[in-house]
């Protein structure tokens, strides 16, 4: 069946947050595993706003933590599809922080994940064509085949 293929737009998503004592590390910093979960909430829920189908996170590429995140400040993950292949589609999450009591904002992460579509007995299934409208779109979808070419290699070379 042809799925009408959907733009970034539709499912960009933004998650917005304050850390908490309960999220963080004796230095008041926020859990490097807690930014990972909401990266990998954020990240799911664009590829569910884009696919409307069950997902599986299939690869997360190389994670840095360029700055801390304070108890106090606010957590921003912006989520986006940035290229879709068969069954399996790419998201980028940025994330941000901002200090509640002056508004700055720094880029503290950004990450690559895959999920790959499937239906409720496990089987995988197509995922709507994204429509790439700018130069920049199609950047960014070229790249992420080159990335799924290397995730690719890098599975098969662990079997
Ligand atoms: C991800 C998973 C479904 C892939 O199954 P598989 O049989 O190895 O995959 P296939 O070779 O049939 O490939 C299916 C699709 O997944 C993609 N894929 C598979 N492994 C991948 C990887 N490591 N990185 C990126 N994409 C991957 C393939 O490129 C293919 O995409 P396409 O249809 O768009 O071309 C399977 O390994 C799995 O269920 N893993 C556990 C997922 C999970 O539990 N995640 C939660 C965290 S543990």
Redesign the pocket.
């Known amino acids: 069946m042809t799925q009408a293929p959907k733009r970034s737009s539709e499912s960009e998503t933004e998650m917005v947050q304050v850390v908490l004592p309960n999220d963080a590390n004796p230095l008041g910093f926020i859990l490097g595993g807690t930014v990972m979960h909401l990266i990998d909430i954020a990240g799911a829920i664009a590829c569910h706003r884009h696919s409307r189908t069950l997902l599986?996170?299939?690869?997360v590429d190389d994670l840095q933590f360029l700055h801390p995140i304070k108890v106090g400040d606010l957590i921003i993950l912006k989520a986006r599809v940035t290229c879709v292949?068969?069954?399996?589609?790419e998201a980028q999450v940025d994330v941000y922080s901002e200090e509640t009591l002056t508004g700055k904002r720094q880029l503290t992460s950004r990450a690559f994940l895959?999920f790959?579509a499937?239906d409720k007995d496990g089987q995988?299934v197509r995922?709507p064509p994204l429509v790439v409208e700018t130069d920049e779109g199609r950047r960014v979808c070229e790249e992420a085949h080159a990335r799924?070419a290397e995730?690719?290699r890098k599975?098969n070379r662990g079997r």
């Open positions: 599986v996170t299939a690869a292949f068969n069954t399996s589609l895959t790959v499937i995988r995922v799924r995730r690719l599975k």
